[in-house]
Each structure stands twice: as C-alpha cells, then as structure tokens.
C-alpha cells in the first residue's frame, strides 16, 4: 500500500511547532516509517503537487498568505492547523488589537507601503480545515493521536473540555490557592495540565472552550487582584482573533 504523501507549510508563526517535531524522538522514526514526506521547508528543497495530509503552522497574515493557502487546500485531501497560531490566531492576533496602519508604522516604519498586511487569522477563517491540534508550542501527544487516526483512517479525538478538568485528575493543588490566577476553567484541555502541574498557570494557549464565558473569568481574575486592563491583557494574549469579519 502507498504510503500517505505529507508535506509541512510555515506561515505566520515563529515555527516552533514545526521545530517541536523534532523532540518526537521516540516516536519520529516509527511515524517516517509510515509516511512519505513530500515537502518540508526546514529539511529539504523536495516540492510536490499533491498531498494526502498538509501541516500548516502560523496565521494568515498578509494578501500573499491567503493566496497560498488556497492553493495548498486545493492540492490537499487532509489539511490540519498545527498550533495555536494557525488553529486560533495565537499571540499574532494581538496586533488586531491595534489599527493595521499603527502596526504597520511600528514595524516597517517609512518602508511599511511595500508591506501589505492582514490582521492575523486562523487558518479556518481562509479555508476548510478538517482538524486542528493546538497549543504554543502544539502537543506533541495531540499530534501523534491525530496523526497515527489518520494512519489508520479513523477520525481523531477532539477535546472541548476545560484545562482544569485534567488538572484536577492529575489531582494538582488549584494556583488560585496559591495566590495565582490561571485560565485553566475556560482553555480548551488537551495538554494534560502541563502548566499546573509544573506550579505555572495557564494562559489560555489552546484556546477557548465552545461557549467560554469570558466575562465570569473576568470577574474571577479581578476578584483574585488583577486590573481589568491586566484581566483583559491575560485574556486576549492567544484569544484576541474574534471573527471571520477581521478578514476583509
Ligand atoms: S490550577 Fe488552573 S487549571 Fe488547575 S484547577 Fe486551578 S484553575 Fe484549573
Ligand atoms: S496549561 Fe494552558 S498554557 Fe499550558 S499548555 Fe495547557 S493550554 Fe497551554
């Protein structure tokens, strides 16, 4: 049987995700075993005009990133945003927070006409995305029971609940006991509570559960001693990309 042709695409981000491949270890030889990889910027100079599964890492940031997903969509059977930039928007979406023109001054400064920019967006707010495995840096657990489901042709796992629900099942002592504040009630789990279980509270980098009520964790983290300007700080750092309108 042919083996899967897949191929990894880098936009937006800082390609840490891509990089974080690499820490597989174990695992990395039993899933080349399976696949063949047809494009992958950071390891090889190989081009392809098809592929069964497209990794897409980073938002959707400029006129030429929306050309090129479209035509990476077109080529793909399976397309999976790889992290929190490509699946949410990410840190990246906080330039959204400023008028375009402002972060295009900031960055470019007199040169900044020869940079067209977009506010930065999901790659879902482009094209159809059939799954998405979050996180900052993406999980490498997520990414493998993703993968060896397509492998196997079954659908992967998706999780809608809460950070805390696995927080508590690692029977972890809640930071706001210990004066913290944490957006493990309404950040989508799937990272097995890594930030908790280390002492370090979540910032929310998988994203918002289905119907997070941002306006009860506001209230919560003010009640624990932040500002509003630090609550709402904390709550756009990954979340600040809110509709598919930000594209035009
Ligand atoms: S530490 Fe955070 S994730 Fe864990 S139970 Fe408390 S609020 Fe939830
Ligand atoms: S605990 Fe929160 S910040 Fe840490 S990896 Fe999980 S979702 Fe991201």
Excluded: W
């Excluded at 494009?39 to 090129?68: H, L, N």
Aim: glycine share 6%.
């Amino acid at each position: 049987m042919a083996k899967p042709k897949v191929a990894f695409f880098d936009f937006t981000s800082c390609e840490g995700c891509q990089l974080n491949k690499l820490n597989l270890e174990n695992h990395l030889l039993d899933v080349l075993e399976h696949i063949d990889i047809v494009e992958f910027r950071e390891a090889m100079d190989d081009k392809a005009d098809e592929y069964d599964i497209a990794f897409i890492e980073g938002s959707i940031s400029t006129p030429q990133c929306v050309e090129r997903i479209h035509d990476i969509r077109r080529r793909a059977k399976t397309l999976i945003a790889l992290g929190s930039c490509a699946s949410i928007g990410g840190i990246n979406s906080m330039k959204n927070l400023q008028p375009i023109e402002s972060v295009r001054e900031a960055v470019y400064g007199k040169d900044k006409y020869l940079f067209p920019t977009l506010p930065a967006i999901p790659v879902s707010a482009i094209v159809k995305v059939d799954y998405e495995i979050y996180g900052c840096p993406m999980s490498i657990p997520e990414f493998l029971q993703v993968f060896k489901s397509l492998i196997m042709g079954k659908a992967p796992i998706k999780s809608d609940s809460p950070v805390c629900v696995e927080c508590k099942l690692k029977e972890n002592e809640c930071l706001f006991e210990r004066g913290m504040v944490c957006l493990g009630p309404i950040t989508r789990s799937g990272c097995d509570a890594i930030c908790p279980s280390f002492g370090q509270f979540c910032t929310g980098c998988r994203g918002l559960v289905p119907n997070a009520d941002k306006n009860a964790m506001t209230d919560i983290l003010m009640k624990h001693g932040l500002s509003t300007d630090e609550a709402s700080k904390r709550l756009l750092m990954f979340n600040s990309y809110v509709s598919d309108e930000m594209v035009n």
